[in-house]
């Protein structure tokens, strides 16, 4: 118990251990003597009061008070804590206060029992043997106290009296408790004297043995041997030995009741010493275990069964007498732990406690703990036994408890071990090649990688030679071999490995001469594990013995390679980011970063001069909306391999975006320039004779010669010279490439051409016609040969399908007009008529296509052309229609004047074909 008490000098409040419930009653006997001693007090030193006060929860009790006429207090009186008085601060200090006179004291002056006119005190604790406080000792006067030093040591000599009262007092309790728990004990309680006479006996005791008083047993002076049949003598007088020498001892014995029946019991004796050690007499304690006995009769039958069935087994088994200790074993445990049982015995817990791995025992301990305690229905635990040889062997302990004593407690347990080192050895193996995972993470080239994988397969694989092959140009290259092999170059289809790789399948020969998958092999090479790395390459393990290996190594060898190859997977995604962080992806020449990283690396005196060449593509948009992106792409790789194969491995060429390329040349001069220049040009004309397409490349370049000059001028110069190549070469490449188009839209259909140039000779005739002036009829012969130039863009398929196109291919065929119109807008010399293209196919009535133009919003000679273009397309076979009279074309122009064409150029153009013909 707890209670607070104030301190009057540090004003502060502190928590002390006050008497609790369980401390005994004060004895009539012991308040006679205290209240002497506090009336004896009183007198001799002279004052008013001498008090005993015990603390209570929240208050002080007068418990005893000296029986002098002056004293203001009563026996019983209580006042609360918490208001400093004197005892609280006793009590919190646990040491002696004394105040000559509280009202010549500015901390007492106020003090609570200055009411009852007490100015002076001098006051002792008294505590508990366990420390805890019973109150104070304590005197008061109503006048200031003069103590002397015997006075002092008065009032401390009784407090020593009352405290040794305090521990007689716990003893005695301590006594009574044990005395009740002998006399109610189930256990049968005896005491004997030295000589082994029995002088004490419980009535338990009495019960078991058969007698009806204690006196049966003290008068005849029976002793424990009296106790037993003489077939347990030898036992018993060891038993006694022990307790005197050791102080306790444990076991089990037969013994003999009154009437002479025989019973089993459970004895545990121990000697009792007074308190300056000296050898009073020995105490046991006897428990009837026949019904417990019997039981395990009936269990060995039934163990001796198990056994039986577990000798076919390779679990070692044990029985354990929770009680006394002792195991027994089979002899399996002879193979498991390489000792001789014989040699062992008596096998003891001890014994197992030695041979077990200190680091398990804890574990042990805890599990034991708890299933004893019913909280886990059995023990199961791995746990590490010392072998003779002195390695550890890992075993899988389970047990559990067979029987209980008749209290309750635990008494038999039966449980297996079973040698799981093997397990736990691939366990490790398991960890190992995880944590090699982990290391292989921090390893950058594909060697160490390899040579990571050999070391520690050399380590989990019991193998003579071993290699790592890893495909390169269609053939096995060793990337490591281990000492004693020889590194060849294989071709992918030889021997195991090749099959491996080609099925990407583990193989486990076991004898290369009687196995297909291992042909052909070196005679010496009798058994192999082949484990492919994908499409990476294959890990070899080859042993010089037949079964050299077997399918646990072949799964382990999988784990580790799948880690290689993760491995590998890793380096090579890296280097081929980081070969994308430089590269053009589509050329595979570097890119304008890393042109621009090399520009400064390079510009420094050593490499003067330098040279730089600036490439562009001339017309790529006009190709692009032509022919197709993919069109475009295809003649920048070429571009690209026509620089690249130019230049020296020194120089650096990169695609700087678009049609844009730069080649820096170090250590290049005017002439040396001017050479790989001529190389470039020589390439593209000898392509350009091939080509469908023709390539034209605008070139510039500049050399830094001054190590004074700003390389970037340079590349600006060399820059602005290809510009005005640039400028001077797009209008004939565009032309050759608009040309080459209308080569290519004639190639699709020779009708096309013949379509063109019929129109072409209409279309000048309607112009004279209309008078339009020498400009004009140019442009509307121009639109006459280009009008159709969009349908290069379609396939020959749609443009030659004899049947009616479907709703998609009709969609496609209508684009035509809108790809002209780009293809024209990319040329000067064909953007003057791109209008036209783009709108040769609207209507009068503005219900034709792309735009929905209609009347005088479609552009003048658009609507000449249409009207050529209907006309020669009635006149003449398509693949999809025959051809009809010239009357009838014209008739047909005529009903469709003022909906598809333009009624006044429709009547012109009828009385034109009238005149005409």
């Given at each position: 118990m707890k209670t607070k008490v104030f301190l009057k000098e540090e004003q502060e409040f502190k928590e002390v251990m006050i008497t609790d419930p369980a401390k005994p009653e004060i004895k009539d006997e012991f308040l006679s003597k205290w209240q002497n001693l506090i009336n004896i007090a009183a007198n001799i030193i002279g004052v008013s009061a001498a008090l005993?006060?015990?603390?209570?929860?929240?208050?002080?009790?007068?418990?005893?008070?000296?029986?002098n006429k002056d004293t203001p207090y009563k026996a019983g009186g209580s006042y609360s804590l918490g208001h400093g008085l004197y005892c609280e601060t006793v009590i919190a200090k646990n040491k002696e206060l004394y105040i000559k006179n509280a009202l010549e004291d500015e901390t007492w002056k106020d003090n609570p029992d200055i009411n009852l006119n007490m100015i002076s005190y001098y006051g002792l604790p008294l505590n508990w043997p366990?420390?805890?406080?019973?109150?104070?000792?304590?005197?008061?006067?109503?006048?200031?106290?003069?103590?002397?030093?015997?006075?002092?040591?008065?009032?401390?000599?009784?407090?020593?009296?009352?405290?040794?009262?305090?521990?007689?007092?716990?003893?005695?309790?301590?006594?009574?408790?044990?005395?009740?728990?002998?006399?109610?004990?189930?256990?049968?309680?005896?005491?004997?004297?030295?000589?082994?006479e029995i002088f004490y006996v419980n009535d338990s005791f009495l019960k078991l043995f058969g007698h009806k008083t204690p006196e049966e047993i003290y008068d005849a002076k029976i002793t424990p041997l009296d106790l037993i049949p003489e077939t347990e003598f030898d036992k018993i007088k060891k038993a006694i030995e022990i307790t005197i020498e050791k102080g306790k001892w444990k076991g089990e014995s037969k013994?003999?009741?009154k009437s002479g029946e025989q019973i089993h019991i459970q004895i545990s004796a121990s000697l009792v010493k007074d308190d300056n050690g000296h050898e009073i007499c020995m105490m046991a304690s006897f428990e009837d275990i026949t019904e417990r006995k019997e039981q395990e009769i009936n269990l060995k039958k039934q163990k001796d069964k198990l056994n039986f069935i577990i000798k076919g087994t390779d679990a070692g088994t044990w029985e354990w007498n929770v009680q006394t200790g002792e195991i027994i074993c089979n002899e399996k445990y002879e193979e498991i732990l390489g000792y001789e049982l014989e040699k062992l015995k008596p096998i003891t817990i001890e014994t197992w406690i030695e041979l077990t791995h200190p680091e398990d025992l804890k574990k042990v301990e805890q599990l034991l703990k708890d299933h004893f305690k019913g909280e886990i229905t059995q023990y199961d635990l791995d746990i590490r036994m010392k072998h003779k040889k002195g390695h550890w062997v890992w075993l899988n302990a389970r047990?559990?408890?067979?029987?209980?004593?008749?209290?309750?407690?635990?008494?038999?347990?039966?449980?297996?071990?079973?040698?799981?080192s093997k397990q736990k050895k691939h366990e490790q193996i398991i960890k190992e090649l995880h944590k090699v995972a982990i290391e292989f993470q921090n390893l950058d080239n594909e060697k160490e990688i390899c040579q990571k994988t050999i070391e520690t397969a050399r380590d989990i694989l019991d193998f003579d030679l071993s290699h790592i092959s890893l495909v390169k140009d269609q053939k096995f290259i060793p990337a490591v071999v281990t000492e004693g092999m020889k590194p060849e170059i294989l071709s992918l289809d030889y021997g195991v490995i090749g099959k491996a790789f080609?099925?990407?399948?583990?193989?486990?020969?076991?004898?290369?001469?009687?196995?297909?998958?291992?042909?052909?092999?070196?005679?010496?090479?009798?058994?192999?594990?082949?484990?492919p790395i994908k499409d990476i390459g294959v890990f070899l393990a080859i042993s010089t013995n037949k079964n050299g290996f077997n399918q646990k190594d072949l799964e382990l060898a999988e784990i580790l390679?799948?880690?290689t190859k993760a491995a590998l997977d890793k380096l090579y995604y890296q280097k081929e980011l980081e070969y994308k962080s430089f590269h053009d992806s589509l050329t595979n020449l570097y890119n304008r970063r890393f042109f621009e990283e090399e520009i400064k690396r390079l510009d420094t005196k050593r490499q003067l001069p330098i040279s730089i060449i600036m490439a562009d593509l001339n017309g790529l948009k006009l190709i692009n909306d032509s022919y197709g992106h993919d069109v475009g792409d295809e003649l920048l790789k070429k571009i690209a391999k026509i620089l690249e194969s130019s230049i020296r491995k020194e120089d650096i060429a990169a695609r700087q975006g678009g049609d844009e390329f730069a080649i820096l040349l170090p250590k290049t001069n005017r002439e040396q320039l001017s050479k790989i220049i001529k190389r470039i040009k020589d390439k593209v004309e000898r392509i350009n004779h091939q080509a469908d397409i023709p390539i034209s490349i605008a070139l510039g370049s500049a050399i830094k010669e001054d190590s004074a000059e700003d390389i970037n001028e340079i590349l600006k110069k060399a820059d602005d010279n290809m510009y005005q190549n640039k400028l001077s070469e797009s209008r004939s490449t565009k032309s050759r490439i608009v040309q080459g188009l209308l080569n290519s839209l004639n190639a699709k259909s020779n009708e096309t051409k013949e379509h063109a140039l019929r129109m072409r000779d209409l279309a000048v005739k309607f112009g004279n016609k209309l008078k339009l002036t020498y400009s004009e009829i140019n442009r509307l012969s121009l639109l006459a040969t280009m009008h159709d130039i969009g349908k290069t863009t379609i396939s020959e398929e749609i443009l030659t399908k004899a049947a009616k196109l479907d709703e998609k291919e009709w969609m496609i065929m209508k684009k035509h007009s809108e790809q002209g119109y780009k293809i024209a807008s990319a040329s000067e010399e064909f953007i003057l008529v791109a209008e036209d293209i783009l709108a040769h196919h609207e209507h009068w009535d503005g219900s034709g296509y792309p735009r929905g133009l209609s009347g005088e919003e479609i552009p003048y000679l658009a609507r000449i052309i249409s009207i050529v273009d209907a006309y020669d397309v009635m006149t003449n076979d398509r693949p999809y229609s025959k051809a009809i009279s010239m009357e009838e074309a014209l008739k047909e122009i005529k009903s469709c004047a003022g909906s598809q064409f333009d009624p006044e150029l429709a009547d012109k153009f009828i009385e034109m074909m009238n005149n005409e013909f």
């Amino acid at each position: 118990m707890k209670t607070k008490v104030f301190l009057k000098e540090e004003q502060e409040f502190k928590e002390v251990m006050i008497t609790d419930p369980a401390k005994p009653e004060i004895k009539d006997e012991f308040l006679s003597k205290w209240q002497n001693l506090i009336n004896i007090a009183a007198n001799i030193i002279g004052v008013s009061a001498a008090l005993i006060m015990k603390i209570n929860q929240g208050s002080m009790e007068v418990f005893l008070n000296s029986q002098n006429k002056d004293t203001p207090y009563k026996a019983g009186g209580s006042y609360s804590l918490g208001h400093g008085l004197y005892c609280e601060t006793v009590i919190a200090k646990n040491k002696e206060l004394y105040i000559k006179n509280a009202l010549e004291d500015e901390t007492w002056k106020d003090n609570p029992d200055i009411n009852l006119n007490m100015i002076s005190y001098y006051g002792l604790p008294l505590n508990w043997p366990d420390g805890k406080s019973f109150g104070t000792i304590c005197i008061l006067d109503d006048k200031s106290m003069d103590l002397n030093q015997d006075n002092r040591q008065l009032l401390k000599e009784f407090r020593s009296v009352i405290e040794a009262d305090f521990s007689l007092l716990i003893k005695q309790q301590e006594l009574k408790i044990k005395n009740k728990a002998i006399e109610n004990s189930l256990a049968g309680i005896a005491f004997s004297n030295m000589q082994g006479e029995i002088f004490y006996v419980n009535d338990s005791f009495l019960k078991l043995f058969g007698h009806k008083t204690p006196e049966e047993i003290y008068d005849a002076k029976i002793t424990p041997l009296d106790l037993i049949p003489e077939t347990e003598f030898d036992k018993i007088k060891k038993a006694i030995e022990i307790t005197i020498e050791k102080g306790k001892w444990k076991g089990e014995s037969k013994a003999l009741k009154k009437s002479g029946e025989q019973i089993h019991i459970q004895i545990s004796a121990s000697l009792v010493k007074d308190d300056n050690g000296h050898e009073i007499c020995m105490m046991a304690s006897f428990e009837d275990i026949t019904e417990r006995k019997e039981q395990e009769i009936n269990l060995k039958k039934q163990k001796d069964k198990l056994n039986f069935i577990i000798k076919g087994t390779d679990a070692g088994t044990w029985e354990w007498n929770v009680q006394t200790g002792e195991i027994i074993c089979n002899e399996k445990y002879e193979e498991i732990l390489g000792y001789e049982l014989e040699k062992l015995k008596p096998i003891t817990i001890e014994t197992w406690i030695e041979l077990t791995h200190p680091e398990d025992l804890k574990k042990v301990e805890q599990l034991l703990k708890d299933h004893f305690k019913g909280e886990i229905t059995q023990y199961d635990l791995d746990i590490r036994m010392k072998h003779k040889k002195g390695h550890w062997v890992w075993l899988n302990a389970r047990g559990r408890l067979i029987s209980l004593t008749d209290t309750g407690e635990p008494y038999k347990m039966f449980g297996v071990h079973i040698d799981i080192s093997k397990q736990k050895k691939h366990e490790q193996i398991i960890k190992e090649l995880h944590k090699v995972a982990i290391e292989f993470q921090n390893l950058d080239n594909e060697k160490e990688i390899c040579q990571k994988t050999i070391e520690t397969a050399r380590d989990i694989l019991d193998f003579d030679l071993s290699h790592i092959s890893l495909v390169k140009d269609q053939k096995f290259i060793p990337a490591v071999v281990t000492e004693g092999m020889k590194p060849e170059i294989l071709s992918l289809d030889y021997g195991v490995i090749g099959k491996a790789f080609k099925n990407n399948k583990s193989y486990l020969v076991l004898d290369a001469e009687e196995n297909p998958d291992a042909k052909p092999t070196d005679k010496t090479y009798r058994s192999a594990i082949a484990v492919p790395i994908k499409d990476i390459g294959v890990f070899l393990a080859i042993s010089t013995n037949k079964n050299g290996f077997n399918q646990k190594d072949l799964e382990l060898a999988e784990i580790l390679i799948s880690n290689t190859k993760a491995a590998l997977d890793k380096l090579y995604y890296q280097k081929e980011l980081e070969y994308k962080s430089f590269h053009d992806s589509l050329t595979n020449l570097y890119n304008r970063r890393f042109f621009e990283e090399e520009i400064k690396r390079l510009d420094t005196k050593r490499q003067l001069p330098i040279s730089i060449i600036m490439a562009d593509l001339n017309g790529l948009k006009l190709i692009n909306d032509s022919y197709g992106h993919d069109v475009g792409d295809e003649l920048l790789k070429k571009i690209a391999k026509i620089l690249e194969s130019s230049i020296r491995k020194e120089d650096i060429a990169a695609r700087q975006g678009g049609d844009e390329f730069a080649i820096l040349l170090p250590k290049t001069n005017r002439e040396q320039l001017s050479k790989i220049i001529k190389r470039i040009k020589d390439k593209v004309e000898r392509i350009n004779h091939q080509a469908d397409i023709p390539i034209s490349i605008a070139l510039g370049s500049a050399i830094k010669e001054d190590s004074a000059e700003d390389i970037n001028e340079i590349l600006k110069k060399a820059d602005d010279n290809m510009y005005q190549n640039k400028l001077s070469e797009s209008r004939s490449t565009k032309s050759r490439i608009v040309q080459g188009l209308l080569n290519s839209l004639n190639a699709k259909s020779n009708e096309t051409k013949e379509h063109a140039l019929r129109m072409r000779d209409l279309a000048v005739k309607f112009g004279n016609k209309l008078k339009l002036t020498y400009s004009e009829i140019n442009r509307l012969s121009l639109l006459a040969t280009m009008h159709d130039i969009g349908k290069t863009t379609i396939s020959e398929e749609i443009l030659t399908k004899a049947a009616k196109l479907d709703e998609k291919e009709w969609m496609i065929m209508k684009k035509h007009s809108e790809q002209g119109y780009k293809i024209a807008s990319a040329s000067e010399e064909f953007i003057l008529v791109a209008e036209d293209i783009l709108a040769h196919h609207e209507h009068w009535d503005g219900s034709g296509y792309p735009r929905g133009l209609s009347g005088e919003e479609i552009p003048y000679l658009a609507r000449i052309i249409s009207i050529v273009d209907a006309y020669d397309v009635m006149t003449n076979d398509r693949p999809y229609s025959k051809a009809i009279s010239m009357e009838e074309a014209l008739k047909e122009i005529k009903s469709c004047a003022g909906s598809q064409f333009d009624p006044e150029l429709a009547d012109k153009f009828i009385e034109m074909m009238n005149n005409e013909f």
